[in-house]
């Protein structure tokens, strides 16, 4: 009898946990449906309890993700050493993380560059609904490159 396969759990992770975070998580859940991945997403600086921003629904609703029932949760040690990959928005992010856990270094990547270059995603908080639909296109390409990627290792494992 063969062991069930390790569920993959991908850790995003932003300022606040109200807009990039919880879009990136969203749009992951969904290009990963029916997959062996469990996608959670934290903020450094989060209020714990928090809605998405309002915004960031808007965008998200427009490319087919609902996160109109998130609630925005701080990330913490034990989360970052649990995650088999961890996304952040910016390099401050990373800086941060590997302060609160410095073994979980060599799987934090930046999203917007995904899987080796270095490129930020801004936060878009308090600024248009444009520079969030934005943000949601960028969010999306750097997830399509990750779900290309846990696609090919998934096979690999078959």
Do not use: W
Not at 6 to 31: D, H, M
Not at 63 to 88: F, K, W, Y
């Amino acid at each position: 009898m063969t062991e069930p396969r390790k569920e993959f759990k991908i850790l995003v992770v932003c300022t606040g946990n109200s807009c990039r975070s919880p879009l990136a998580a969203a749009l992951l859940r969904l290009e990963l449906a029916g997959l062996a991945v469990k996608v959670e997403s934290a903020g450094i600086a989060a209020q714990p309890g928090a809605p998405a921003a309002a915004l960031a629904q808007q965008a998200g609703a427009e490319l087919g993700v609902d996160i109109s029932n998130h609630q925005a949760q701080a990330v913490d040690p034990e989360m970052l050493n649990r995650a088999d990959l961890i996304l952040v928005m910016e390099s401050g992010h990373r800086d941060r993380l590997i302060q609160l856990a410095p073994a979980a270094g060599p799987k934090i990547k930046l999203l917007g560059g995904y899987p080796d270059r270095e490129i930020e995603i801004a936060d878009p908080l308090g600024k248009s609904i444009e520079f969030y639909r934005q943000t949601a296109l960028l969010l999306k390409a750097g997830v399509l490159r990750v779900v290309r990627e846990i696609r090919a290792r998934m096979q690999q494992d078959l």
